[in-house]
C-alpha cells in the first residue's frame, strides 16, 4: 500500500525568505508525486509533478520540487516567499502506471503554510 | 482554462437521507474521480470512472455510494441513506488519459450530515 507522509502540520515563514515543506512517501516501484494547493474556498490546483528525469522539478507560481529516491522524499521549496503563497498544501503519489494498476491518488494530510508580512 | 466545477458548495442534510452531488468535469476529460476528506483528515480516495462504469473504487464506495454521468458533461456521486459520518468535503476531479496525467480537482462540496 502507498502512503505519504507531511510530517508538518503547519510551517511558517517570513515573507522574502526561503520556505521548504516537506513529504515522505511510500510506494511499490516508481513514484509518481504530485504537490496540490488549496487556498480557502477552492478546490486543490495542481502545482507540479515528478514522473522521471530531473530529481528537480519546477512548476506554477515558483515553486520547485526536490525528488530524492534514497531518502524517499518530494520537499516542496520556494526561493523567496510571498504572503499570497500562504495556504494548504499537499503531497500526493501513485505508482507509475503499468497495465491495470491504480490510477488512485493517495495524499498526505496537508501542511498550512502560513508566510508573515 | 477550463476547470471542475462542482455543486452545490455547500450541503446540508439530515441522517438517513439521500444526497446528489453534482460535478461538472473538464469538457474533454474521459476519465473522472470522486475523493473526500474529513475535517482534519487525508484527502481520500472514493472511485474512478470511465467509459460508463466504475473503473477503481476504494473499502469506503460501498453500497450506498454510487455515480452516474447521466449526460455528456455531469458526473454525480449520491449517497442513498446519509451516516453522520459522512460528512465531509467531497472532491471530483478529471484527466483526459490515465497513464501519467494530471488529475484536476473542482472546489469541492462540503456535505454536512445532521
Known amino acids: 500500500a502507498q502512503s505519504v507522509a507531511q510530517p508538518e502540520d503547519q510551517v511558517n515563514v517570513a515573507e522574502g525568505n526561503p520556505l521548504t515543506v516537506k513529504c515522505t512517501y511510500s510506494v511499490s516501484g516508481n513514484p509518481y508525486l504530485f504537490w496540490y494547493v488549496q487556498y480557502p474556498n477552492r478546490g486543490l490546483q495542481f502545482l507540479l509533478k515528478?514522473?522521471?528525469?530531473?530529481?528537480l522539478v519546477k512548476g506554477s507560481y515558483g515553486f520547485e520540487a526536490e525528488f530524492n529516491k534514497s531518502q524517499t522524499s518530494f520537499h516542496l521549496k520556494k526561493p523567496s516567499a510571498l504572503v499570497s503563497d500562504s495556504a494548504l498544501y499537499f503531497c500526493?503519489?501513485?505508482?507509475?502506471?503499468?497495465?491495470?494498476?491504480?490510477?488512485?491518488?493517495?495524499f498526505g494530510k496537508g501542511t498550512k503554510l502560513s508566510v508573515i508580512p | 482554462e477550463p476547470e471542475v466545477t462542482q455543486t452545490p458548495s455547500h450541503q446540508v442534510t439530515q441522517m438517513g437521507q439521500e444526497v446528489i452531488l453534482r460535478c461538472v468535469p473538464i469538457?474533454?476529460?474521459?476519465?473522472f474521480y470522486w475523493y473526500r476528506q474529513i475535517l482534519g483528515q487525508k484527502v481520500e480516495f472514493l472511485v474512478s470512472f470511465y467509459n460508463n462504469e466504475i473503473s477503481e473504487k476504494s473499502e469506503i464506495f460501498d453500497d450506498q455510494f454510487s455515480v452516474e454521468r447521466p449526460d455528456g458533461s455531469n458526473f454525480t456521486l449520491k449517497i442513498r441513506s446519509t451516516k453522520l459520518e459522512d460528512s465531509a468535503m467531497y472532491f471530483c476531479a478529471s484527466t483526459l488519459l490515465q497513464g501519467t496525467d494530471t488529475q484536476y480537482f473542482g472546489p469541492g462540496t462540503r456535505l454536512t450530515v445532521l
Open positions: 515528478y514522473i522521471t528525469g530531473d530529481n
Open positions: 500526493a503519489v501513485r505508482p507509475l502506471p503499468s497495465g491495470a494498476g491504480s490510477y488512485q491518488l493517495t
Open positions: 469538457s474533454n476529460h474521459l476519465y
